[in-house]
Every structure is written in C-alpha cells, then in structure tokens.
C-alpha cells in the first residue's frame, strides 16, 4: 500500500476539512493574510487526521523508532495516529511553566528511539522542547515529523525533522494588504469565522 501523499493532496485534505482556507483573513495579530490554518478543523475529523498520520508514519518507517511523542493538545491525537500506525506506544508532554515535560508515569528506556510529532508548526517552539524533554528523559529523540510547517522557514527543531507540507503564507499590515486593495470581504476567523462587517449587528 502507498501510503505517501503529494503535497497537494496533503493540502486538499486539509482544505476539504476547512482547516486550510483561503480568503481574507484578520489574524490575531491585526495582520491580514490571505491564507488561514486551523488545526482543530482537522483534529475534529479522525478519518483525515488518520490518513494523515498514516503518512507521517512512513517517512520514518524505516528508523526503527519504538515510541511516538507529542506535545499536548494538539500533539496527543497526532502521537497517538502515528504510534498505532508504527505499532509503537506514545507519550505526549504538557507544559510545565517554560517548558514542556513528560508527565502521567511516561517512562523511557534508556536511549529508547523517539520520534517527535507535532501538526502544525508555526514557530517550532512546542515540537523542540519536546525533543528537550525526551533527553531529559533519557531518551533518544532521533527525529521529528509534522504535518504543516507554516513557519516560511525550513525547519529546525534540534533533530533531522520532514514536514508533510510547508506552507508560506503571507500577512500584511491592513494599511498594506492588497486584498483590501482589492475590496475583498474580510473575515475574522477567531470570532466563528463569520465576516467581520456583520459582527457589529
Ligand atoms: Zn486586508
């Protein structure tokens, strides 16, 4: 079974699931863009996430790893998918003040061969330090493989890391954006996704 997906059809997936969309976006920062990414749109959906980390899983089939980790929330699901579809336990980490740690009796072998997962990386900071936190453990974190890297950047979080797809989606200063240029309806995503020129009613 192939089990290896193009990049454009990681990206139709996630698009028939409304967890990549494209428009005209107010993002929390104030900045606009014209390209959206919730993971909850996915995570909402086991059929796609599956499929999914089906595919995460075989880009490290091959290096023998004998546990999954994630970091919480986002990252238990996806641990979860991948460990079933490598046959291997999981563990995920939560945040522990600045840091993440495995907590809930997760225990490690000595060098035990860890691969790090994560859906969506915007900065990387989440997927690193649970790479932290599995030498911490006493572990060997000797990769990491995510779903989306939206950082514009190749990715770098400590360990060789492969990314389903990698999307550079632009954002403006409103005073710059071409898509209001353009007269574009803008849409709030955080506020329901509903246009913002009807949240005032
Ligand atoms: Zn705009």
């Known amino acids: 079974m192939n089990t290896n997906l193009s990049p454009e059809h990681v990206r139709a997936l996630l698009e028939s699931c409304g967890a990549y969309q494209e428009g005209h976006f107010e993002l929390r920062s104030g900045r606009h863009s014209g390209g959206y990414v919730e993971k909850f749109r996915l995570l909402e959906r086991p059929e796609v996430a599956s499929e999914l980390c089906r595919a995460l899983a075989e880009t490290w089939r091959h290096a023998a790893i004998e546990r999954v980790a994630g970091p919480a929330l986002g990252g238990v699901i996806i641990a979860y998918e991948v460990a079933r579809a490598l046959g291997v336990p999981c563990a995920f980490a939560e945040r522990a003040g600045e840091n993440l740690e495995f907590r809930r009796g997760f225990v490690f072998r000595p060098g035990e061969k860890v691969l790090v997962v994560e859906d969506i990386v915007t900065t990387g900071g989440s997927a690193r330090q649970v790479v932290d936190a599995a030498r911490a453990a006493?572990?060997?974190?000797?990769?990491a493989a995510v779903l989306v890297n939206r950082?514009?950047?190749p990715l770098d979080l400590g360990v060789p890391a492969v990314a389903l797809l990698?999307?550079?989606?632009?954002?403006?200063?409103?005073?710059e954006c071409p898509l209001c240029r353009d007269g574009l309806p803008l849409t709030a995503p955080g506020s329901k996704g509903t246009q913002k020129e009807k949240a005032g009613r």
Not at 138 to 143: E, K, L, M, S, W
Not at 166 to 175: G, H, Q, V
């Open 166 to 175: 990698d999307l550079d989606i632009a954002s403006f200063p409103p005073e």
């Open 151 to 153: 950082s514009g950047k």
């Open 138 to 143: 006493g572990a060997d974190p000797v990769g």
